[in-house]
């Protein structure tokens, strides 16, 4: 599976300039390619995000979390979430899952991985327990 220049390009905008809130990556079919679906804005929220994430198509996607931790510090973590929702094609599935580990390697810097096949396993407060 083939990873797109603009993908590893607009996720180390992300990460160096935090040009974005979230990047949604999908896998186009015809050429066998990872391509960047939607980018998200830096004043997006966290239900922007998850309200373009197709109910019935696989995606991957970054997200660029800020939280304050215990000590009262402000910090950040990248996100890389699989989303393959149960209505999504079996063999879409597949694909999606077979390409993940090598389509996360080209992304450097992603610090907390995220599955999910419905909204509920990937709300706020999980975000928010993955992130502390």
Known sequence: MAVCDECKLKFLE???????????????????????????????????????LPADECRYAVYDFDFVTDENCQKSKIFFISWAPDTSRVRSKMLYASSKDRFKRELDGIQVELQATDPSEMSMDIVKSRAL
Do not use: H, M
Not at 29 to 41: F, I, N, P, S, T
């Open 14 to 52: 992300l990460k160096a300039k935090r040009s974005f809130r979230f990047i949604v990556f999908k896998i186009n079919e015809k050429v066998q390619q990872v391509v960047v679906d939607r980018l998200g804005e830096p004043g997006e929220s966290y239900e922007d995000f998850t309200a373009c």
